[in-house]
């Protein structure tokens, strides 16, 4: 059976609270005409039932606000401070990231309520209220049925683990969770093949004296790695080849993509126009109302997925059904023990390539833009990675493990640099987050309002992580100022999340980011950032004149669903010669 377009089912699905206030107008004034003789000229009659849709919506919101009050006064809470419409206005996309939110929090606070038309969120920055978000209330705060999430994400993400809440999250978890052990995750030999394929690729490049996208890289290096993971085969994205700067002459010969490109494109294209959605909450389907724009990418990436998840439910032994995760399976040959369901397994598959492939490359983009802009620190980090591993061994687990440095700088490239900077929950009933001083009040959440927290923000809090938080020092880690800031208060530092759907895969992105990081240094001996060969790398004037920025940032970033480089990441590196 065919499907409506995304713009006709919203209007049938909510054709009821589009037309019950006309409807409502137009029988009040028959009953007017019947009982009173009073007679309205069509022109007002018309212009009486447009305006009574945007009536209703303010009466209904004016209602739910004193009702919220109410019920705040007798839970002894009270509502979070609202903001300004006119502080409310986002910065623009030349601005620095969230540099409006960076501002509502020196004005209104850590925890505010910022309203669109009718439409109200709760927006946070505060620990306490993230832990109750994630942990301690976990229950009353869920994804899917934020306002519009669930259908905003539905085209790419389907029923997916990121999209689902209650037990069909559990089991989706309970799913994938065998095969992030500590055995399965700690093997190498995937990491090793394709850090290979790409570093010589590198090399290649700027021996022929240009610069390299280390995120353009990074991203194939972490896709091949991601697909070969979860199917038992990768997209090869990395034959195809390294892009030459925007500035070259080399690419501007280039008139054709490879067709290898092809499904890193899609899956990039599919989460830039989900994540446009939000601007509409739940009336995205209006923005989109002939065509579903994530769905129009489907195609690249199923012709990849499709045939390997037919072929293996064909291949599917009924005998092998309960046995457990062995070193040769796959995500994919996992699921097959569990489910036979073909979109279940589409569906999960797609959720953790988003979370394996684009958080993993998010932190060695940026991990290696401040170890450019840190010649002190890449020298340190150098030095131990040759004091542990060598200049040519393969690092083991255990090598990762001791190198205390190289989690530092990790640790910090993910503090200021969060993979998911902002995410979201919503209260499925009325609730109250826990007061954050003494003798103070909690804030009462009503059931249906969307929570968004920021951990982008959060991290950068100077009270939160000391005076100097905005700027990167791996040592944050290692000296005095984890006994004093995260030790007392360990929900400031989540880029990982927290409490039950805390990421599975967190070990496996520190041990593909710790490897690449050391591949990399065992084999160059400097970086150089090199933004100029990119105009669209180039961050605009005031760009770093914001509240969240301590002046010094030179890469612009951009997020879709992951925090990203607008323009690449372009560096120039010297090879080592021992």
């Known amino acids: 059976m065919p499907t409506l377009p995304p713009g006709p089912s919203f209007v049938l699905r909510n054709f009821h609270v589009i037309a019950t206030p006309p409807v409502l107008t137009l029988i009040t004034a028959y009953a007017v005409g019947r009982f009173f003789d009073i007679h309205l000229p069509v022109w007002l009659l018309v212009a009486a039932c447009l305006t009574s849709i945007p009536v209703s919506q303010f009466a209904r919101s004016a209602w739910t606000d004193l009702k ?21 206005k986002p910065s623009g996309e030349k601005k620095y990231p969230r540099d409006f939110l960076f501002k509502l929090c020196e004005k209104y606070g850590n925890t505010f309520i910022l309203e669109s038309y ?27 049925e934020c306002p519009g999430f669930r259908s905003q994400m539905k085209s790419l993400l ?7 809440d209650d037990e069909m999250w559990k089991f989706h ?100 126009a989900s994540s446009k959605r939000g601007r509409f909450q739940d009336a995205w389907p209006l923005a989109e109302f002939w065509q579903d724009k994530v769905q129009a990418q489907k195609a690249a990436i199923d012709k990849f997925i499709a045939p390997l998840l037919t072929d ?13 995760v062995t070193e040769e399976d796959t995500l994919l040959s996992q ?16 959720n953790i390539l988003l979370a394996g492939r684009d958080t993993t490359a998010c932190t060695l983009t940026f991990a290696i833009y401040r170890l450019a802009e840190h010649k002190d620190v890449f020298n340190r980090l150098r030095e131990e990675i040759l004091d542990v591993v060598g200049p040519t061994r393969r690092p083991t687990y255990d090598d990762i493990r001791n190198m205390k440095y190289l989690r530092a700088v990790i640790n910090e490239t993910l503090r200021l640099y969060p993979p998911v900077p902002m995410n979201n929950r919503c209260a499925v009933k009325d609730t109250v987050l826990p007061a954050t001083s003494p003798g103070g009040r909690g804030l009462f959440i009503p059931a249906g ?25 791996p040592d944050r880690f290692i000296d005095e100022r984890v006994q004093k800031y995260l030790t007392p208060n360990p929900f400031i530092f989540l880029p990982f999340n927290a409490g039950p759907r805390i990421c599975l895969g967190q070990q496996f992105a520190y041990n ?21 060969v990119a105009p669209e790398s180039v961050v605009p004037p005031g760009y770093a004149d914001s509240p969240g920025s301590d002046g010094t940032d030179r890469v612009w970033m951009g997020s879709h669903l992951t925090l990203f480089a607008k323009g690449g990441l372009w560096v120039k590196m010297t090879e080592a010669t021992e």
């Open 158 to 164: 389907g029923v997916g683990v990121f999209n689902a």
């Open 118 to 144: 009718t439409f109200k969120r709760v927006f946070t920055t505060e620990p306490e209220h993230v832990k109750a978000v994630l942990a301690t209330d976990f229950a009353n705060y869920q994804k899917g």
């Open 512 to 532: 593909e980011t710790s490897f690449m990081l050391v591949r990399l240094l065992q084999q160059f001996t400097s970086i150089e950032f090199t933004p100029e």
């Open 449 to 473: 309002t969307k929570v968004i927290y920021s951990v982008f923000l959060m991290h950068r809090r100077k009270d939160l992580w000391g005076p100097d938080a905005l700027r990167w020092d």
């Open 68 to 88: 919220a009050r109410r019920t705040a006064a007798a839970l002894g809470a009270s509502l979070p401070v609202r903001v300004d419409k006119k502080d409310a």
């Open 312 to 324: 293996a439910l064909k291949k599917k032994n009924a005998t092998t059904q309960n046995e457990k």
């Open 173 to 272: 978890r309970s799913m994938t969770r065998p095969f992030f052990s500590k055995d399965r995750i700690s093997h190498f030999d995937m990491f090793d093949r394709h850090a290979t394929d790409a570093l010589q690729q590198m090399k290649y490049r700027l021996r022929e004296g240009y610069a390299v996208d280390w995120q353009d890289l990074v991203s194939r290096f972490t896709l091949d790695s991601a697909t070969e993971f979860l199917f038992g085969k990768d997209v090869r994205s990395l034959s195809a080849g390294l892009p030459y700067p925007p500035t070259s002459d080399m690419a501007r010969m280039r008139t054709s993509k490879p067709e290898a490109d092809e499904f890193a494109s899609a899956f990039q294209n599919a989460q830039l």
């Open 335 to 350: 699921l097959l023990k569990v489910t036979d369901d073909y979109n279940i397994i589409r569906d999960e598959t797609l």
